[in-house]
């Protein structure tokens, strides 16, 4: 529970300025909200309308940095 407090702690620090944000309750609990921060911090980080939901252009996004990751070392 500490821990994802924390990761609600984090996003907001970071992505609290932005406009499009949506403040995270920074309660501990994984529920909706806090899913949807974090598929909007992601849409952020790669230049994508953040709506917190993955559609077409989310998911090829998540696909090419998955694949960008196959060549990192294990």
Do not use: C
Request: charged share 20%; net charge neutral; proline share 5%.
């Amino acid at each position: 529970m500490k821990m994802l407090k924390n990761a609600q702690a984090y996003l907001n620090a970071m992505y609290g300025h932005r406009s499009e944000w949506i403040p995270l309750e920074e309660n501990g609990y994984t529920g909706t909200v806090t899913v949807s921060g974090v598929i909007r911090a992601f849409q952020l980080e790669n230049g994508l309308d953040p709506v917190g939901s993955v559609g077409p252009a989310t998911l090829k996004n998540v696909q090419i940095s998955t694949s960008n990751r196959e060549n990192e070392p294990r």
